[in-house]
């Protein structure tokens, strides 16, 4: 039987309430990336690192909340104190102890940290970072990375994953606003020398997607250290890499010292809420005057900023995952599944690559070189592959098989949890070289 034939027959609830939401719900999907054709599974439970569907199937997880669970679903450490504020309210539309414990562990964690605010979602700490950068500098203009991804508001849903260069529904005024270039050092120094406008940059530090087109070596720090003789502010976008790549993030492991730091998932311990951090004068743009002080505060209301709920779930995250030990754990499993799948490739003779940083992986099938059995640093990888990725079909083919089988990616790759095992591995490399096979039989890929 079909790759797509098997994955219907097997998910006739799923289907059910994919129909159901289809009239309700633009494609019945609520994020772009959960969008798969012919529909996509209906989760009714998670645990650990699995999950379960409403056709009673089970699956090994690897979207892993969009990147927001280092520790798994629903860890001990988290949910305990989330339980118990459930029981304590939700929203107390006052300032609470929950949310200066949360920002003194983010500033405690994250190098250049010397003030936070939090807000609701990683698309709005960009926004803010932004503003504050624009407020501080007076310059209208920010330079950003093709492809990079920064959340879906105005300024920066051009040119990433989710919108092309001049998406609909954004006026021109504003896209004029920000500028794309490639991330090279003679075209960051080449477009700043050409306009007076730009104020600040702003960079995913691990590369385009989540690390999925990865940065020249040695880029960060001599982009960091460009800003600096050019008075551009530098913010680094660490909503996936924060707390992911070591508990500081990129910066702590790079070194770096951005003026604003934009971050969320993990932050959060599996609930709502992002936050800029950074230079303490930057973030004091937010804070009032003194009595007859005539100067204008930068704005930032927004109902679900700090919520109690998300307030301790995220400073209970914080403090499980200060010591580094859950950052180490899911690396080495996830070098070790990258490893893995690699064999299966090699064993197979199919070109491509599973390739990633830290604790994320990312699959490209293509090109025409087979890989050995191995872990990959991306920036060995041929650009051009990561660039163009897999073919579209091959992707959704991919996914639906490995749903067939019991695993659950993020699009084209995922990444692994502390809590994931050394069995989830195994299963998912079996399941792995059954869904190649199953793709080769169908000729999507060469046999
Ligand atoms: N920045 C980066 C680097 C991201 O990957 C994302 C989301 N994946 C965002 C910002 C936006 O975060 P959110 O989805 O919480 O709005």
Known sequence: MGIEQAYVDAHPASRALYERA????PSGVTHDSRYLRPFPIYAARAQGSRKWDVDGHEY?????????????????????????????GTHYGASHQAEIEWAEEVIRLVPSAEAVRFTSSGTEATLMA??????????????KFDRHFHGWH?????????????????PAATLDTVVVVAPQMHVVRETVAGRDDIGAVIVEPAGASSGTIPLPRGFLPELESFCRQ????????????????????????????????????????GFPGGAVAGRRDLLDQLAFPAPGEHAEKVGHPGTFNANPLSSVAGTACLREIADGRHQSRSRALASRLRTGMNAELHRLGLPGFVYGQASEFRIVLGGDTVPTPRDYDPRDLPLELLSAGSSRETERLLNLSLLTRGVHLFGNGGTTSSVHTEDDLAQTVEAWAAALQALCDESVLPS
Do not use: C
């Open 22 to 25: 289809r009239r309700v719900v």
């Open 60 to 88: 090994i997880d690897y979207v892993m909340g969009h990147g927001a669970l280092l520790l798994g679903h629903n860890h001990p450490a988290v949910m305990g104190p989330a339980a118990e504020q459930l029981s304590r």
């Open 230 to 269: 050019r008075g551009l502010l530098f913010i680094m976008d660490e909503v996936v890499t924060g707390f992911r790549w070591t508990p500081g993030g990129i910066q702590q492991e790079e070194g770096l010292s951005p003026d604003l730091t934009t971050l969320a998932k993990i932050l959060a311990g």
């Open 154 to 170: 105005d300024y920066v849903i051009g040119s990433s994953r989710y919108g092309a260069a001049a998406p609909p529904g954004v």
């Open 130 to 143: 932004l503003r504050l950068a624009r407020a501080h500098s007076g310059r209208p203009a920010v330079l």
